[in-house]
């Protein structure tokens, strides 16, 4: 690689992890207790992770309460309410019913009460205010909404741009060095910039996957309102013009699950979207089924029921780009493999920690240094070298 292609790759990973790291140093440390959301919800004591039965909620068990009547019970605990989600537990008996003052409210006038749908019971309400709440809020947009996702999106997109340099930059430090070596008995400055290189280099594909994972995430809102505006308008064409089904009309909830069960043999369903919400349109129950292996139980098919007659509508698998965002989620956090891929996450976003840290500690000691100096310095494998 010429001295001036060194360069420019130089400048691509100074000026894309400066602008990116305050930010993705936030994101690693946020990112640590939610890859272990669920077992710190255990230890926390939350309703929702310790119910352990063995009965799906979402199945046909004759003991189970309906879904008519589990519903008829979460609106007469918040009077002058309506539904908005309906989300079903595949593996326990208990499930969340969502409501609102309206079906497109915001999430945070939105109310999630966990039910046991064996005894009929309220378990508790989903904790909106408590610590992980409010990281998880801060990992996916800082407390800002849409823009703060679009803006953490953009940051990723740097992380991305500052991985893939720093790769082309490590091809001439390896000229120099055997891999994996660490001049620990050398400057510390010499030492944290091995430490930077060997880390980097080996997490380099974990924190791409990372990094482009989040930004698929980041652009959830987007993405769902795409699918809106021609996947899901497209499925209820036949309804256009036709004014919203009030709350007051809606039919059976049973008789709609019926339907889209008939039509989606062998799915099993993870949720039902209210008329009027982002997941449905102004007529229509829709039901989300997912698969029933690993892999599709991330895939989500919607089977849209007319909410007033109960009559079947349309079903239909979710475009590429939602389905990137459903593989993308639980990627991001690990959350595939259990607990053994969850400490593996665990232990890659340490070292992406140290990554970053010793980036700005060896950007923060030669800041001042001629650029030429720098671009010496890379090609020596982190030697200063007398100018030519």
């Known amino acids: 690689m010429t001295r001036g292609a060194i360069r420019a790759w130089y400048l691509v990973?100074?000026?894309t992890s400066l602008v990116c790291t305050a930010f993705l140093l936030m994101l690693c440390l946020t990112g640590l207790p939610l890859i272990f959301h669920h077992e710190i919800d255990i230890l926390s004591?939350?309703?929702a992770a310790l119910a352990e039965t063995g009965i799906a909620s979402s199945g046909t068990d004759a003991r189970l309460q309906s879904l008519d009547a589990m519903l008829a019970k979460a609106l007469a605990a918040?009077?002058?309410e309506v539904p908005v989600f309906m989300a079903f537990d595949n593996e326990r008996p208990q499930m969340t019913i969502t409501t609102a003052?309206?079906?497109d409210s915001p999430a945070e006038a939105m109310t999630i009460q966990l039910w046991d749908r064996l005894t009929g019971e309220p378990i508790g309400q989903v904790d909106e205010d408590g610590v992980m709440h409010f990281i998880l809020q801060l990992h996916a947009d800082m407390f800002l909404g849409l823009p703060g996702m679009l803006f953490l999106g953009l940051m990723g997109l740097l992380f991305v741009a500052a991985i893939v340099s720093g790769v082309v930059l490590y091809a001439p430090f390896m000229r120099r060095l055997a891999f994996g070596t660490l001049r620990t008995s050398r400057s510390p400055r010499l030492k944290w910039f091995d430490y930077h290189n060997l880390l980097g280099i080996v997490a380099a594909a974990w924190m791409l996957v990372v990094?482009?994972?989040g930004v698929i995430n980041a652009l959830a809102t987007p993405i769902m309102q795409l699918w809106q505006q021609t996947e899901l308008a497209e499925m209820t064409r036949t309804y256009a013009g036709q004014g919203a089904v009030p709350p007051s009309r809606y039919?059976?909830?049973?008789?709609?699950?019926a339907e889209a069960r008939q039509a989606l043999p062998g799915n099993n369903p993870q949720?039902?979207?209210?008329?009027?919400?982002?997941?449905s349109s102004k007529h229509h129950y829709a039901v989300f089924f997912q698969g029933d292996t690993p892999l599709t139980e991330r895939l989500l098919t919607p089977a849209l029921v007319d909410a007033e007659t109960g009559a079947f509508t349309d079903a239909r698998p979710m475009p590429w780009y939602t389905q990137a965002l459903s593989l993308s989620q639980p990627l991001h956090f690990g959350d595939y493999g259990g607990l053994p891929l969850k400490i593996l996450w665990a232990l890659l976003t340490l070292f992406t920690i140290v990554v970053l840290g010793s980036g700005l500690y060896l950007w923060l000691g030669k800041r001042h240094a001629p650029l030429d100096a720098r671009v010496r310095e890379v090609e020596s494998g982190g030697q200063l070298v007398p100018a030519e």
């Open 78 to 80: 918040r009077p002058g």
């Open 271 to 279: 949720f039902i979207a209210f008329p009027g919400g982002a997941f």
């Open 45 to 47: 004591g939350d309703p």
């Open 251 to 257: 039919g059976s909830l049973d008789r709609a699950m």
């Open 13 to 15: 990973h100074k000026w």
């Open 211 to 213: 990094g482009l994972t």
């Open 101 to 103: 003052p309206a079906p």
